[in-house]
Structures are given as C-alpha cells and as structure tokens.
C-alpha cells in the first residue's frame, strides 16, 4: 500500500464554533507558495502523497490543450469544472459532445442529480431521471471525448490508465509537478487520478496560474488561456452561489476544489495555496485558502473578510445564527 497522510503530521486547519464553545476541528496540512514558485510557509506535512481528487481538473484540462483539443471560452471552463448540473453546464456540455459528433451516451461517467437545487426539483417535478451529463465531472468527460475524436484515438476506453488519452495527462502531470507520479487510484466519476504531495500539487497549479497567453511557450499559453476562461465566466467551474465561482467572482482568484477537502488557490500575483483537511470535509476549505493568501499579503483583508460572508460558513441553532466554521489562525 502506498504511504499515506498520518494523523500526527497534521495541523488544526479550522475550527467550528457553537455558542462559544469549539464543537469540531478540521486538521490537515498546507502549503503556499510564493509568487515565484519558492515555498513561503507549509503546515504540516506537504510532501507525503495525498489524491488531489478534482483539484487535478486544472492539470487534465491543459494535457488535452496540449493534446489538441479545440477548447476555448465557456467549453474550456467546463473542462476544468466540478459543476453544479444547471441546464447552463448542460447545454454546454451536450454542445462539446455535438462538436466530437457524440450525444451523452459516450459518456462513462455516471449519472447523477445536479448539485444545484432548483434544478434536481426542476427534473424531480419533471418526473426525470439522474443523467451522465448531470455528473459534475461531465464537462471534463465530455473534453476528454472531444481530445479523443481529434485525435482518432478509441472512445469505449478513453477512462484506461493505458489509453493514450490517460498517458498524455500522466507525462503532462508529471512534467508540471517535476516528479513522477507516485500511485494511480480511480476518482469517483471513473478517470484515473494521479497521487502526488500538496507541494508538488502546489508546483503544478502555480505554473498554470501564473502562465501567460503571450508566452513563447504552447503549454503556457494554453495555461493562460485555461485561466482566463474560468475568470471570464467563473459559473462555469462550479456553479450559482458555490464556493469556487464565488471565489473567483470576489476575490479574482483561480480556485478548484476537489473531494476530501482538497483545495488549489492562485491569487493575481501568482501566490499559490494548496491543501487538504485529514478527515476529508471541504466545508472549510474555500475559507482556509482564501485566509492564508490574505495572511501572505497576496489578497485584501476585507475582500476576504467579505466573502467569507457569503460561504455556507454559519452554524445554526433553533433556526437561528449561533456560531462559525472558520480558519483557525
């Protein structure tokens, strides 16, 4: 079995308080990086792999940039996207499927309700059923479809480790961590995901971050134009009132969340944090990240402060307001 996050190497990450008394506590690690990419503070173990889960999406999108796959605009956010299932991401996605000449059914991921409410009562009230396209990973299922037809590879198999779609994003993975991957696990909408530490999970993201679309290079133009398609439509990678589209709305930031309380942050300046919490909860995640850039001086006070209003951070108690989930430092 491959090594895995050990309890005494984590740090209390945040905390929930209920009527003045600390109810829970979320422990984990961290890591920030400096705008160039030297490390500026970590908390507890960064090194030791952990399974980025969706935080990886940013990574998977640029390989199949790399690899061809004609995405731009609103279809690239949606590549990158952990999505909320609204009929917007939809239609989105059945039109990436429509340009690979596909429907939903090439799709391998499986079917789901969508995160957002008001839709999964809309396909309720429908009598509807829960759909592929639904899945919040469709979007990058759909742009790994759309990189396979370009590039004549097989579309039965394109979820295989072995596929040439899959070893693609392995050798770009590994060339943006600088190591090689350290496990393959399978992530819970069925691709493979690569397991690596939050530092190298750090390296990866802030070269995408702070990648420019005026770069010499191709893999950095293509990063900067990932980023500047979440940044102009950031409903694209999460969804109405969700925590990674609000970040990105308030603060200006590149956010992506991934289960288990994983979570990647650039700020403009190109600071980047990484981390997760050990018992897997994400609920403070948005919170963490957005602290530890403000405490870097890499993003305003009440910027930070204003968005955490909007986070689904309040305990209540008898319908009422009684407490807080909120960074610990």
């Keep these: 079995m491959p090594e895995t996050f050990a309890a005494s190497s984590a740090v209390q990450l945040a905390v929930v308080e209920r009527s003045g008394f600390v109810?829970?506590?979320?422990?984990?690690?961290?890591?920030?990086l400096s705008p160039d990419g030297d490390v500026r503070d970590t908390l507890g173990d960064v090194e030791t792999p952990i399974l980025p889960r969706s935080s990886l999406k940013p990574v998977q999108a640029l390989a199949m940039l790399a690899a061809g796959a004609p995405l731009e605009g609103e279809r690239l956010g949606m590549a990158t996207a952990s999505h909320s299932g609204t009929d917007r991401h939809v239609g989105v996605v059945r039109e990436m499927l429509g340009s690979a000449g596909l429907d939903e059914s090439s799709l391998r991921c499986p079917p789901a309700w969508p995160g957002d409410t008001s839709s999964r009562d809309a396909m309720v009230r429908a009598g509807e059923e829960p759909a592929r396209v639904r899945m919040n990973c469709s979007g990058k299922h759909a742009a790994m479809l759309l990189t396979c037809v370009t590039n004549g590879w097989?579309?039965?198999?394109?979820?295989?480790?072995?596929?040439?779609?899959?070893v693609q994003i392995r050798e770009?993975?590994?060339?943006?961590?600088?190591?090689?991957?350290a496990s393959i696990a399978i992530d819970g909408c069925g691709a493979p995901v690569f397991a690596m530490g939050l530092h190298a999970l750090a390296k990866a993201v802030h070269r995408i971050g702070t990648s420019s679309e005026?770069?010499?290079?191709?893999?950095?133009?293509?990063?900067?134009?990932?980023?500047?398609?979440?940044?102009?439509?950031?409903?694209?990678i999460d969804g109405p009132g969700r925590p990674d589209t609000l970040a990105v709305s308030r603060l200006g930031v590149f956010a992506k969340g991934g289960a288990e309380g994983v979570m990647v942050m650039v700020a403009p300046n190109g600071t980047t944090v990484a981390l997760k919490t050990l018992d897997g909860s994400g609920r403070a995640a948005t919170a963490v990240a957005a602290m530890l850039l403000e405490r870097a001086g890499a993003l305003p006070s009440d910027a930070v402060a204003a968005l955490l209003t909007e986070l689904p951070?309040?305990?209540?108690?008898?319908?009422?307001?009684?407490?807080?989930?909120?960074?610990?430092?």
Excluded: C, M, N
């Excluded at 109810?23 to 920030?32: K, L, M, N, Q, T």
């Excluded at 097989?154 to 899959?166: E, F, G, M």
């Excluded at 770009?172 to 991957?181: C, F, N």
């Excluded at 951070?313 to 430092?329: K, N, S």
């Design 154 to 166: 097989p579309i039965d198999t394109y979820l295989s480790p072995d596929h040439p779609l899959q």
């Design 313 to 329: 951070l309040r305990v209540t108690g008898g319908g009422a307001d009684v407490g807080v989930i909120r960074p610990a430092f």
């Design 214 to 236: 005026r770069s010499p290079f191709a893999l950095h133009r293509s990063g900067g134009a990932l980023v500047r398609a979440v940044k102009d439509d950031p409903w694209t």
């Design 23 to 32: 109810e829970s506590r979320h422990v984990g690690s961290a890591i920030v």
């Design 172 to 181: 770009v993975t590994e060339r943006l961590t600088g190591q090689r991957v």
